[in-house]
Structure formats: structure tokens, C-alpha cells
């Protein structure tokens, strides 16, 4: 099992920045991925970033690529997105999510466990 929390939403203004973090647990579960997904109300979650757990792999959506970076701290357990130059487009609802095994990194489908996520609001 795989626990995923989390955190630093809020309402920004446009321009600005914010960084979210991920606090994992896992017990006996290799996570071989974590990313970032995004979803406005009912639409589909949309992929925003996703890391491997060797570092070896980094892929952004386009539409964040240059703003966002996705780091780890494995001493923390924790993945960070940090969210720069922000956009009204990019208010959303952010999770966190992990993935066992090497699967699509992009296809949310694919991914097994997924934290509750946090409110980013970005004001014009």
C-alpha cells in the first residue's frame, strides 16, 4: 500500500508561484513513478509531470513545460512540483499519484495509487 498526501495549494495571482509537495509512505510497494495530474471539475485528469524513481526519466506536459519542475527529496519521502510563472489556466485541483511498475507514464489509468489532492486557484 501506498500513501499519498498532498500539500501548499492556495490562491495565487498570475504571475506567481507556488510549490506543491507529496509526502509518500509506502509499505511493501516499489514505486517505480510518481506524478502529477491536474483536473478541472469533471474533466479528465490531465498529466502534468512525472519522475521515476531511479531520476532517470523527467517528462512535462507542454503546456508546463519551462514553469514547473519535479524534484525529490528521498530522505523525505516527498516529490515537489514547483510552479512558477503561473497561469489562470493552470487552476486546477493537483494529485499526486504513484505507479509500481513501468507502465505509460502520461496515462493516469496506469498509475495505482493517488493522494486527494490540493486546490490551486490562479487569479487574473
Known amino acids: 500500500q501506498v500513501q499519498l498526501v498532498e500539500s501548499g495549494g492556495g490562491l495565487v495571482q498570475a504571475g506567481g508561484s507556488l510549490r506543491l509537495s507529496c509526502v509518500l509512505s509506502?509499505?511493501?510497494?516499489?514505486?517505480?513513478?510518481v506524478a502529477w495530474f491536474r483536473q478541472v471539475g469533471g474533466r479528465e485528469r490531465e498529466f502534468v509531470t512525472v519522475?521515476?524513481?531511479?531520476?532517470?526519466?523527467?517528462d512535462y506536459a507542454d503546456s508546463v513545460k519551462g514553469r514547473f519542475t519535479i524534484t525529490s527529496d528521498n530522505t523525505k519521502h516527498t516529490v515537489y512540483l514547483q510552479m512558477n510563472s503561473l497561469k489562470p489556466e493552470d487552476t486546477a485541483r493537483y494529485y499526486c499519484?504513484?505507479?509500481?511498475?513501468?507502465?505509460?507514464?502520461?496515462?493516469?489509468?496506469?498509475?495505482?495509487?493517488w493522494g486527494l489532492g490540493t486546490q490551486v486557484t490562479v487569479s487574473s
Open positions: 519522475l521515476t524513481g531511479d531520476g532517470l526519466t523527467i
Open positions: 499519484a504513484a505507479m509500481g511498475g513501468q507502465k505509460a507514464l502520461r496515462d493516469p489509468t496506469e498509475y495505482d495509487f
Open positions: 509506502a509499505r511493501s510497494f516499489s514505486v517505480h513513478a
